[in-house]
C-alpha cells in the first residue's frame, strides 16, 4: 500500500480544483475538450490541455463531466418540484448506427420564467411508439418525474409519434389526458425552409442533380468501396507530398449521407463532403463510365457529371 501524505492530499485537491474550474468554463461556453493533435508538437492541442496541464485523462475528465451532469440535472429536478411540466423529444441514429432518444423538458419557474433544459438521452431498441414511451417513462423516474405530471408534448409530425390510435402523444394522453400534442416548431421550419427552396429553380436544379449523383455513387456497396478507396489514396499521396499533416482526428474518412429533408444542416454537410471530396468523385464516376458492364444510363449520367454539369 502506498501511503499519500497530507502534502499529496493538497496538491491533488488544488489540481481538481483547477481542472474543475476549466471544465467549467468549456461546459459553459458549449467547447469541444479534446483537440485533433494533442502532441507535444502541435500548437493547438485542444482547449482543455491548452487551457489546464494537469488531470489530462480522458476517463478522469469523463468521470468530472458525468459528475457536472448529475449535479446539473439535480439542480433543474428541484427548480422543477412538484410543478407541472411539458417534454420535448426527438429520436436519431448515432455514428454507430443507434436509435437515441433526446428528451428535454419545459416548464415556468418559481419567479415565472419560462424554462427549457435537456435532461437525458437514452437508447431505445427500436422507434415504435410503445418503446419510445417506455423510454421516456424510465428516464422520468429515474429523476422522481411522473406522466401525470405532463402537460405538453412536443415531437415531429411521424406516424410513430402523433399517430390519432397508436402514437406516442394518444399513449401518453392516456396517461395524462391534459398533455396536449404541439407539433414541433422547429420541425415545420426545415418543411417550410425546404418547400421555399423547392419553389426556386436554381436551387431546385442543383439539389436535384445532387440527388443524381448520389443515387449514382450510393447505388451499391460496391460504388461506395470505390469511393473510400480512391479518397484513402489520394489522401496517402498528398501526405506524402506534405500538402496535408497526419495526426490523431485528421484526414477522417468521409462519405455522401443522402441528405434528409427535416434535417437541413445535412443537406450543407453533404454540399460540404461533395466539394471537399469533389477530385475523388470525379474519378469514380469516370471509372463507371468507362465500365462496359454498366447500363447506358448511368454512364450518360456519370459522363454529364464528369464535364461538368454541377
Same mark, same amino acid.
Given at each position: 500500500?502506498?501511503r499519500?501524505s497530507?502534502?499529496?492530499?493538497?496538491l491533488?485537491?488544488?489540481?481538481?480544483?483547477?481542472?474543475?474550474?476549466?471544465?467549467?468554463?468549456?461546459?459553459?461556453?458549449?467547447?469541444a475538450?479534446?483537440?485533433h493533435?494533442?502532441?507535444?508538437?502541435?500548437?493547438?492541442?485542444?482547449?482543455?490541455?491548452?487551457?489546464?496541464?494537469?488531470?489530462?485523462?480522458?476517463t478522469?475528465?469523463?468521470?468530472?463531466?458525468?459528475?457536472?451532469?448529475?449535479?446539473?440535472?439535480?439542480?433543474?429536478?428541484?427548480?422543477?418540484?412538484d410543478?407541472?411540466?411539458?417534454?420535448?423529444?426527438?429520436e436519431?441514429?448515432?455514428?454507430?448506427?443507434?436509435? @437515441? /432518444?433526446?428528451?428535454?423538458?419545459?416548464? *415556468?419557474? +418559481?419567479?415565472?420564467?419560462?424554462?427549457? !433544459? &435537456?435532461?437525458?438521452? %437514452?437508447?431505445?431498441?427500436?422507434?415504435?411508439?410503445?418503446?419510445?414511451?417506455?423510454?421516456?417513462?424510465?428516464?422520468?423516474?429515474?429523476?422522481?418525474?411522473?406522466?401525470?405530471?405532463?402537460?405538453g408534448?412536443?415531437?415531429?409530425?411521424?406516424?410513430?409519434?402523433?399517430?390519432?390510435?397508436?402514437?406516442?402523444?394518444?399513449?401518453?394522453?392516456?396517461?395524462?389526458?391534459?398533455?396536449?400534442?404541439i407539433?414541433?416548431?422547429?420541425? @415545420? /421550419?426545415?418543411?417550410?425552409?425546404?418547400? *421555399?427552396? +423547392?419553389?426556386?429553380?436554381?436551387?431546385? !436544379? &442543383?439539389?436535384?442533380? %445532387?440527388?443524381?449523383?448520389?443515387?449514382?455513387?450510393?447505388?451499391?456497396?460496391?460504388?461506395?468501396?470505390?469511393?473510400?478507396?480512391?479518397?484513402?489514396?489520394?489522401?496517402?499521396?498528398?501526405?506524402?507530398?506534405?500538402?496535408?499533416?497526419?495526426?490523431?482526428g485528421?484526414?477522417?474518412?468521409?462519405?455522401?449521407?443522402?441528405?434528409?429533408?427535416?434535417?437541413?444542416?445535412?443537406h450543407?454537410?453533404?454540399?460540404?463532403?461533395?466539394?471537399?471530396?469533389?477530385?475523388?468523385?470525379?474519378? *469514380?464516376?469516370?471509372?463507371?463510365?468507362?465500365?462496359?458492364?454498366?447500363?447506358?444510363?448511368?454512364?450518360?449520367?456519370?459522363?454529364?457529371?464528369?464535364?461538368?454539369?454541377?
Amino acid at each position: 500500500m502506498v501511503r499519500v501524505s497530507k502534502q499529496d492530499l493538497r496538491l491533488y485537491k488544488a489540481r481538481l480544483t483547477y481542472s474543475l474550474r476549466c471544465l467549467r468554463f468549456l461546459l459553459n461556453q458549449g467547447l469541444a475538450f479534446r483537440g485533433h493533435d494533442e502532441s507535444e508538437e502541435s500548437s493547438n492541442r485542444g482547449n482543455f490541455l491548452d487551457g489546464n496541464c494537469i488531470l489530462t485523462s480522458p476517463t478522469i475528465q469523463k468521470q468530472i463531466i458525468e459528475c457536472c451532469a448529475v449535479l446539473t440535472t439535480k439542480q433543474i429536478i428541484e427548480d422543477l418540484g412538484d410543478e407541472h411540466y411539458a417534454i420535448l423529444a426527438d429520436e436519431s441514429s448515432d455514428a454507430s448506427h443507434k436509435e @437515441q /432518444l433526446a428528451i428535454c423538458i419545459r416548464y *415556468v419557474d +418559481k419567479v415565472g420564467k419560462g424554462r427549457e !433544459w &435537456f435532461l437525458g438521452v %437514452v437508447h431505445v431498441a427500436n422507434t415504435t411508439s410503445l418503446s419510445l414511451k417506455a423510454a421516456i417513462e424510465s428516464l422520468l423516474t429515474d429523476h422522481h418525474l411522473t406522466l401525470t405530471q405532463i402537460r405538453g408534448q412536443g415531437y415531429d409530425g411521424a406516424s410513430n409519434m402523433k399517430g390519432e390510435i397508436k402514437g406516442l402523444k394518444t399513449l401518453i394522453m392516456k396517461e395524462s389526458p391534459s398533455a396536449y400534442y404541439i407539433h414541433c416548431f422547429a420541425h @415545420q /421550419l426545415q418543411l417550410v425552409l425546404i418547400a *421555399v427552396a +423547392k419553389g426556386n429553380e436554381p436551387c431546385k !436544379w &442543383f439539389f436535384d442533380h %445532387v440527388s443524381y449523383l448520389l443515387n449514382i455513387v450510393g447505388v451499391s456497396c460496391k460504388r461506395h468501396d470505390m469511393l473510400r478507396d480512391v479518397r484513402a489514396q489520394k489522401v496517402l499521396e498528398a501526405l506524402e507530398m506534405g500538402e496535408i499533416e497526419s495526426g490523431s482526428g485528421l484526414n477522417q474518412e468521409m462519405g455522401l449521407a443522402r441528405p434528409g429533408d427535416t434535417r437541413w444542416g445535412s443537406h450543407f454537410r453533404t454540399i460540404l463532403h461533395i466539394i471537399t471530396m469533389y477530385p475523388t468523385i470525379l474519378e *469514380v464516376l469516370d471509372t463507371i463510365g468507362k465500365d462496359p458492364s454498366q447500363s447506358g444510363e448511368d454512364k450518360n449520367t456519370c459522363s454529364g457529371f464528369c464535364l461538368g454539369v454541377i
